[in-house]
T-cell receptor, first 110, second 116 residues
Framework: DAKTTQPPSMDCAEGRAANLPCNHSTISGNEYVYWYRQIHSQGPQYIIHGLKNNETNEMASLIITEDRKSSTLILPHATLRDTAVYYCITRGGSQGNLIFGKGTKLSVKP | GAVVSQHPSWVICKSGTSVKIECRSLDFQATTMFWYRQFPKQSLMLMATSNEGSKATYEQGVEKDKFLINHASLTLSTLTVTSAHPEDSSFYIC????????????FGSGTRLTVV
């Protein structure tokens, strides 16, 4: 089973920041938090990942709480093309694979 | 970067025939690749782990004789759906890990299989 909890859906106005929360209260000390998104009928796209420090790249920012039990993905200026299902994942499979939960369906509206 | 190429992107086949899907790591070597399946409106589910030079590891409930995996080189893994049936129609996605600490896991673009 997935080790993360995300809201099933969120709406965001175009141009505004989208803040997507994720709970991972059982994360172990050396597990990274990965964020991916999946646009309909495409493979998951890597967004960002982090261990304990906040991270930022050209796509998004990742804020991880000090206790590492939750994190927030921030898309600073959401566009219509950011409409997708966003997955917050900690590697947890016995084969070293990523385990996907149901993710958050983000709808960016004009 | 880390790029994974998957081919074909979609395929339609008749019941009873076999279909091969290729997954290539283009700019890195991958001793392990993962094969996922995704049914409509559901999340990705791991089917099997492909290991270069050894047998694949299948998840519970996945028939190894039906879903043949070959990982013949460090850059290529193939999934063959044998004797396909309509219930095998799904979205198949492969993934490889270059260096998860720095790059995360990279996914192919997926293959939409429709069995008629």
């Amino acid at each position: 089973d997935a080790k993360t909890t995300q809201p099933p859906s969120m709406d965001c106005a175009e141009g505004r920041a989208a803040n997507l929360p994720c709970n991972h209260s059982t994360i172990s000390g050396n597990e990274y938090v990965y964020w991916y998104r999946q646009i309909h009928s495409q493979g998951p796209q890597y967004i960002i990942h982090g261990l304990k420090n906040n991270e930022t790249n050209e796509m998004a920012s990742l804020i991880i709480t000090e206790d590492r039990k939750s994190s927030t993905l921030i898309l600073p200026h959401a566009t219509l093309r950011d409409t997708a299902v966003y997955y917050c994942i900690t590697r947890g499979g016995s084969q070293g694979n990523l385990i996907f939960g149901k993710g958050t369906k983000l709808s960016v509206k004009p | 970067g880390a790029v994974v190429s998957q081919h074909p992107s979609w395929v339609i086949c008749k019941s009873g025939t076999s279909v091969k899907i290729e997954c290539r790591s283009l700019d890195f070597q991958a001793t392990t690749m993962f094969w996922y399946r995704q049914f409509p409106k559901q999340s990705l589910m791991l089917m099997a782990t492909s290991n270069e030079g050894s047998k694949a590891t299948y998840e519970q409930g996945v028939e190894k004789d039906k879903f043949l995996i070959n990982h013949a080189s460090l850059t290529l893994s193939t999934l063959t759906v044998t004797s396909a049936h309509p219930e095998d129609s799904s979205f198949y996605i492969c993934s490889a890990n270059k260096d998860s600490a720095n790059y995360g896991y990279t996914f192919g673009s997926g293959t939409r299989l429709t069995v008629v």
